[in-house]
């Protein structure tokens, strides 16, 4: 069964800092990984997309993406208290079919 | 630009009663569409999906059903809903990756 851990936390980080997000994957033919940010209450909002080894950075987000360690991270530079919320790692196949870690909460304390 | 619509935003339905929910894409044409359900702290169940008009897959047995019958349009429905269908139903298209709707809040009473 393809699965899509995440640490649930809360994770709590100082306003400026860096949050850093984990996530591993067990179906090793996927071949796209996706950030989706979720605030309390609202639907995903798609952060951050990757589809091979290395970092993608967007702006204050960096994913990272590591295909034999079936791992992918997501960081986020200057962390902000308008950052926290809930962070959902998803891997895709072929056919756009996605499956959805658990999700990370994500704190910034001023 | 692509737009996804819900509705209703939230419902409130008394146990046994029926469902339907409305998801509606506009600005593309023949979108993979995906009906999703969030319990309360929960991830994502992919509940739905559909590659075309009246070609639905299930991924999960249940009381839930869902038909799709325009291109844009993705419906779910019930006929006596439980207290478990209680959620946050999301709808979403696909082109190269999922984009999600507004949601919908459902609490069965």
């Known amino acids: 069964q393809k699965e899509v851990e995440q640490n649930s936390g809360p994770l709590s980080v100082p306003e400026g800092a860096i949050a850093s997000l984990n996530c591993t994957y067990s179906d090793r033919v996927s071949q796209s990984f996706f950030w989706y940010r979720q605030y309390s209450g609202k639907s995903p909002e798609l952060i951050m997309s990757?589809?091979?080894?290395g970092d993608k950075e967007d702006g204050r987000f960096t994913a990272q993406l590591n295909k034999a360690s079936q791992y992918v991270s997501l960081l986020i530079r200057d962390s902000q208290p308008s950052d926290s919320a809930t962070y959902l790692c998803a891997s895709g196949n072929a056919g756009n079919m996605l499956t959805f870690g658990g999700g990370t909460r994500l704190m910034v304390k001023p | 630009s692509q737009t996804i619509h819900q509705w209703p935003a939230t419902l409130v339905q008394p146990v046994g009663s029926p469902l339907s929910l409305e998801c509606t894409v506009e600005g593309t044409s023949n979108p993979n569409l995906y009906w999703y359900r969030q319990a309360a702290g929960r991830g994502l169940q992919l509940l739905f999906y559909s590659v075309g008009i009246g070609q639905i897959s299930s991924e999960v047995p249940q009381n839930l059903s869902a038909s799709r019958p325009q291109d844009r349009q993705f419906i779910l429905s019930s006929k006596k809903l439980l207290l478990s269908d209680s959620g946050f139903y999301l709808c979403?298209?696909?082109?190269?990756?999922?984009?999600f709707g507004p949601g919908t809040r459902l609490t069965v009473l």
């Open positions: 990757i589809y091979s080894n």
């Open positions: 979403a298209w696909s082109p190269d990756t999922q984009y």
